[in-house]
């Protein structure tokens, strides 16, 4: 009898567990799917602090010239919606002729031409030639980097750490202008394929979650640091923009738009420079900056003697004072003085100054340190180099021969450029 009543009864159980597991994994999905929703939500809601403070700069485009989806009169569009002011141009050739000649203003955005190369070492790019470099560089880097310089143009180490695409040469004899001290698409290659798999499923809600995988490798710094030692070499962080990506020839996605990848990292400019913006960037009188996690109300970091004031990419006397102020929108920021790649000062503060300074290269770092979506342990801000005491005679990079621009441009000489202002 009790054998009876049992094999019902085990089929009951069994149909009951049944019921739990399956409203239990549909309780499971249904609170992932509602977690989901709930953080892309609050990452669509995320708006970056603006300022007006600034002109932004956007280097390492890429146009129909070559293998990018936008004309640069499409390109000027979205940068005009982006609020930048200079657009690079860097499109693939050996060089690109078309891409190296161009110069423009469309919709109030300076666009610079420029080129992207590969060689046996590396990728080399190069902006503002005054006349087209000959028809192919040379394969060592050195002897491509003096070609482009002949030309007036201005060259720059690329991809410096990249898992596909890195420079493989760096002897003493490698002297370029720039280097990329950060590039937006190495960042991409660089994750993981969980971080992949967030960045995929979280992008739809903002464009600004990428945010999270934005770096700075070490070793780009180091490099820089390097290079720093021995001839004045400005830092920039690269875009390396498309406008989206082709999936096969007759068919392209959109994502990322320029507007979107302008909107996430650029080169602040002061305002001084609204003419001629392209001087700032030779000159080494910008910083870089993730303008998505907010941009600055006041970025300045100088250096002082009696009543002069050095801005960055000056050379300063020995015994000079060095200062940072940053303003913010309520955000707490970590500032870190550098001196020749070591760190000498930091402090959470808005404010950081250091009088009487021993000779060497100083750079800043500012970091965010309660950013919801910028890790704290990546910059927000890099600055570009203070000569204090050993850089006076350093050679300023590559000078714009007086055809590339129609403006007045500065010369390779020190009477050439005002390293310093007097301080009022």
């Known amino acids: 009898m009790a054998f009876k009543f049992?094999?019902?009864?085990?089929?009951?159980?069994i149909q009951v567990a049944r019921l739990l597991k399956r409203k239990l994994v549909i309780g499971l999905i249904a609170f992932v799917l509602a977690a989901y929703l709930v953080s892309g939500i609050r990452y669509a809601t995320y708006r970056p602090v603006v300022s007006n403070n600034y002109l932004w700069a956007v280097y390492h485009v890429h146009s129909t010239i070559s293998d990018g989806l936008g004309s640069p009169a499409e390109i000027a569009s979205q940068a005009c919606k982006a609020r930048v002011a200079l657009i690079i141009l860097t499109?693939?050739?050996?060089?690109?002729?078309?891409?190296?000649?161009?110069?423009?203003?469309?919709n109030g955005v300076a666009i610079v031409g420029g080129s992207e190369v590969k060689l046996p070492d590396g990728r080399l790019t190069f902006f503002g030639a005054a006349e087209n470099p000959s028809l192919s560089l040379a394969s060592p880097g050195p002897q491509a980097i003096d070609q482009t310089r002949h030309s007036g143009a201005f060259p720059i180490i690329s991809y410096s750490e990249d898992s596909l695409y890195g420079w493989r040469y760096w002897e003493s004899d490698l002297n370029p202008d720039g280097i990329e001290i950060s590039n937006l698409f190495s960042s991409l290659r660089a994750l993981s394929i969980f971080r992949g798999l967030l960045?995929?499923?979280?992008y739809p809600f903002s464009p600004y979650y990428f945010l999270k995988s934005v770096s700075f490798p070490?070793?780009?710094?180091?490099?820089w640091d390097e290079f720093l030692a021995r001839r004045k070499t400005w830092g920039l962080i690269a875009a390396d923009a498309h406008g989206g990506f082709h999936i096969a020839k007759w068919l392209a996605v959109p994502v990322p738009s320029y507007s979107a990848t302008f909107s996430l990292a650029g080169l602040g400019i002061a305002r001084k420079y609204a003419s001629e913006p392209e001087v700032a960037i030779r000159n080494g009188d910008f910083f870089n900056c993730i303008r998505g996690a907010g941009e600055p109300l006041l970025f300045d970091?100088?250096?002082?003697?009696?009543?002069?004031?050095?801005?960055?990419g000056s050379a300063a006397?020995?015994?000079a004072s060095l200062h940072v102020v940053v303003r913010t929108a309520n955000q707490p920021v970590r500032l870190v003085l550098l001196r020749d790649g070591a760190i000498v000062r930091q402090v959470q503060a808005e404010r950081l100054d250091v009088l009487g300074t021993e000779g060497g290269v100083y750079r800043v770092e500012v970091y965010l340190v309660h950013h919801p979506?910028?890790?704290?342990?990546?910059?927000?801000?890099?600055s570009n180099p203070i000569f204090i005491g050993n850089g006076a005679d350093f050679p300023l990079p590559s000078p714009p021969s007086s055809n590339s621009m129609k403006a007045p441009r500065a010369r390779n000489d020190s009477s050439a450029r005002v390293d310093a202002i007097a301080i009022r």
């Open 6 to 13: 049992w094999v019902p009864l085990r089929a009951s159980v």
């Open 218 to 223: 070490a070793r780009s710094l180091s490099r």
């Open 317 to 319: 006397p020995d015994g």
């Open 91 to 106: 499109d693939h050739g050996n060089p690109s002729r078309a891409a190296s000649a161009f110069r423009s203003t469309m």
């Open 373 to 382: 979506l910028l890790p704290a342990t990546v910059p927000w801000i890099v």
């Open 301 to 312: 970091f100088f250096a002082s003697a009696g009543t002069l004031k050095f801005s960055s």
């Open 199 to 202: 960045l995929a499923i979280y």
